[in-house]
T-cell receptor
Framework: NAGVTQTPKFQVLKTGQSMTLQCAQD?????MSWYRQDPGMGLRLIHY???????DQGEVPNGYNVSRSTTEDFPLRLLSAAPSQTSVYFC???????????FGPGTRLTVL | GENVEQHPSTLSVQEGDSAVIKCTYS??????FPWYKQELGKGPQLIID?????GEKKDQRIAVTLNKTAKHFSLHITETQPEDSAVYFC????????FGAGTRLTVKP
């Protein structure tokens, strides 16, 4: 199993640009989530999904969209990037919300 | 919503000593409390977790204790080794996962 994979590893955007961070898992997990990690603030939940076709907002959803058309994939979209979205983004998956979460290697995003 | 506070933010110990990291949470509905270890440039990795119907759990040199009345839980690492050096995060889950700010543990040889 590849586990949780994320692409790209690094990305630099200009303010106002859009992009999609990709996340995929091959463990047949129903629950997937996106976090951002900023210095001194731990990980904050952006959006999560309890299964294909179902998504919900987390703690810091503004400026981000998600969709879950398949069990395997959970992309995160930035429609109009802002410098405040400079962060490291982690995708995670688990069988359910109360089971062990497996994290991807992260995407480091810089918005200029 | 749930608020998780973690202390200390940095911790330095000598190899072989014990390390303790403490977290408090605010939402009494929280029922799942995992601990993650994050090494530089990598994603967090689960090291131990505890559910609300259990007071203590051990796995070799690592243990977690939970006090539901006081709403706090702690990570205990005994016989620390240099490879234990990393950032450790606690988390609590009422409906979605909320993380503490992290503790940078340094184990000096």
């Amino acid at each position: 199993n590849a586990g949780v994979t994320q692409t790209p590893k690094f990305q630099v955007l200009k303010t106002g640009q859009s992009m999609t961070l990709q996340c995929a898992q091959d463990m047949n997990h129903e629950y997937m989530s996106w976090y951002r990690q900023d210095p001194g603030m731990g990980l904050r939940l952006i959006h999560y999904s309890v299964g294909a076709g179902i998504t919900d907002q987390g703690e810091v959803p503004n400026g981000y969209n998600v969709s879950r058309s398949t069990t395997e994939d959970f992309p995160l979209r930035l429609l109009s990037a802002a410098p405040s979205q400079t962060s490291v983004y982690f995708c995670a998956s688990s069988y359910s919300g109360a089971d062990t979460q497996y994290f991807g290697p992260g995407t480091r995003l810089t918005v200029l | 919503g749930e608020n998780v506070e973690q202390h200390p933010s940095t911790l330095s110990v000598q190899e072989g000593d014990s390390a303790v990291i403490k977290c408090t949470y605010s939402d009494s509905a929280s029922n799942y409390f995992p601990w993650y270890k994050q090494e530089l440039g990598k994603g967090p990795q689960l090291i131990i977790d505890i559910r609300s119907n259990v007071g203590e759990k051990k796995d070799q040199r690592i243990a977690v204790t939970l006090n539901k009345t006081a709403k706090h839980f702690s990570l205990h690492i005994t016989e620390t080794q240099p490879e234990d050096s990393a950032v450790y995060f606690c988390a609590a889950r009422p409906h979605d996962m909320r993380f503490g700010a992290g503790t940078r543990l340094t184990v000096k040889p």
